[in-house]
């Protein structure tokens, strides 16, 4: 943390005892965060649920993640650093980019701002005006950042902004790392007419937080689940006998209208699936040449969707949907992304 200092004062040092006493109270009270209290919009302040819907965000799923991630860090009682050295203070300070990327996450970080308080004891409530901390966006997810360009700006309780530092810097350089990863792919597909999509490698209970990150990149998001799209592997055709089987019986299975892609690894793969009425097909680990020559087979029949994976890398992003695919299967973008380098700086304290 840079900027601003803040001081140590006789009233703080006097005042930890009770701080300390009352959010321990709140902790045990809360339990770890779950029991009675609200899991859904009710648990946020209007402006934040507004946020959250605005960009495509499951309310309660963010505020699932959220406690989750406040838990963790009030499990064993209170910020006792923060509540004797900071007690009685208040500050402003803002979350500023170190490096130049994509940003994403920040209604996320509005939202550890209002569940913070059920962990303090509900002193100060989201919804009103004894909010013992604000946070607001200075800018919106998806914006291209350069080193010093602020973000988010938080002002008030200091133990309340210090409680929530590192969980909304998890969030919000975790998210953007992603962002930016994406972002990249997506800057060197311009012009063409692919684009690059995730996958389900994402962290346990930050799928939908994640995914949402690919799109502030420029990305596009594969099936969330097992069931909103089917798409038939290698094991499966082995388990049914064969690419064809495999198609029928999940026709048979699958509802109404539901995609069903195939995954192929030869050419002779692709006809087969495309004999047996698939009509998205991933290509997987197919080197450039043979990439061709499985678009080409596959463009014989209307309304194909062609996904390419395996064997990517940016530098080749260009060449590889220069073969004529819709689309870039890119797991790393979630399961190997460097955090973005973001730090909160203090801009004064009193």
């Not at 006792?80 to 402003?92: D, E, I, L, Q």
Request: proline share 3%; glycine share 12%.
């Amino acid at each position: 943390m840079t900027g601003g200092t803040i001081g140590v004062t006789d009233a703080a040092v006097q005042a930890t005892g009770a701080a300390v006493q009352a959010t321990d109270a709140a902790v045990q009270a809360t339990g770890t965060g779950n029991g009675t209290l609200a899991t859904g919009p009710a648990a946020l302040g209007p402006a934040t649920v507004r946020a959250l819907e605005a960009v495509g965000l499951d309310v309660s799923d963010v505020v699932r993640v959220v406690r989750a991630a406040l838990d963790e860090d009030f499990r064993y009682g209170a910020d006792v650093t923060s509540a004797a050295t900071v007690a009685g203070r208040t500050v402003t300070a803002d979350v500023v980019a170190r490096e130049a990327g994509v940003v994403a996450g920040l209604p996320v970080a509005l939202a550890v701002f209002d569940l913070l308080a059920d962990y303090r004891g509900g002193a100060a409530s989201p919804h009103g005006p004894g909010r013992a901390a604000t946070a607001s966006a200075l800018v919106a997810d998806g914006t291209r950042l350069v080193p010093g360009d602020a973000v988010l700006r938080v002002s008030g309780d200091a133990v309340v902004v210090l409680g929530a530092e590192r969980t909304i810097l998890n969030f919000v350089t975790h998210l953007s790392g992603i962002a930016s990863a994406t972002r990249e792919w997506a800057d060197a597909l311009a012009g063409t007419e692919a684009v690059v999509r995730d996958t389900r490698k994402t962290l346990p209970g930050l799928r939908s937080l994640e995914k949402y990150a690919v799109r502030c990149g420029g990305g596009e998001n594969h099936r969330m689940g097992l069931g909103d799209a089917a798409l038939v592997k290698d094991n499966h055709v082995a388990a049914a006998g064969g690419i064809a089987a495999a198609v029928r019986a999940v026709r048979a299975a699958a509802p109404p209208g539901l995609v069903i892609e195939v995954e192929c690894d030869s050419v002779a793969q692709v006809s087969e699936a495309l004999e047996a009425g698939a009509r998205f097909i991933l290509l997987d680990n197919m080197p450039v040449p043979v990439l061709r020559e499985a678009v080409a087979v596959a463009r014989a029949y209307e309304g194909v969707r062609l996904e390419a994976s395996g064997r990517l890398r940016v530098a080749n992003a260009r060449e590889v949907a220069s073969t004529g695919v819709d689309y870039l299967s890119v797991g790393s973008l979630t399961h190997s992304s460097r955090a973005l380098d973001l730090g909160l700086d203090y801009s004064g304290a009193s």
